[in-house]
Nanobody, 115 residues
Framework: QVQLVESGGGLVQPGGSLRLSCAAS????????MDWYRQAPGKQREFVAL???????GYAASVKGRFTISRDNAKNTVYLQMDSLKPEDTAVYYC?????????WGQGTQVTVSS
């Protein structure tokens, strides 16, 4: 059974930092491209960042320079380091793993940026 379990969300003040984790099981983690997406209230889910099996990374323009995605294949875990957080970063953050044709999502973790 495939599971992607996010953790690390919470309430943080503007300008603060959080690190999200996504632990995977039931897949050969090292061959999967891992993504982070987010969905704010009343908005569509949007891409945040990705990391390929080879370690290549990509970011949405809105988070580039503030967020960093990384992976630890020994721990089957992908991370999202979020710095200089803004209120507009408030959303449920989802982890996604893809290796064609497989496509798996986690259940999400809430991030709230507010003073």
């Amino acid at each position: 059974q495939v599971q992607l379990v996010e953790s690390g969300g919470g309430l943080v003040q503007p300008g603060g930092s959080l690190r999200l984790s996504c632990a995977a099981s039931g897949i050969i983690f090292s061959i999967y491209t891992m993504d982070w997406y987010r969905q704010a209230p009343g908005k569509q889910r949007e891409f945040v960042a990705l990391i390929t099996s080879g370690g290549g990374t990509g970011y949405a323009a809105s988070v580039k320079g503030r967020f960093t995605i990384s992976r630890d294949n020994a721990k089957n875990t992908v991370y999202l380091q979020m710095d200089s957080l803004k209120p507009e970063d408030t959303a449920v953050y989802y982890c996604r793993g893809t290796n064609n044709p497989h496509d798996y999502w986690g259940q999400g973790t809430q991030v709230t940026v507010s003073s």
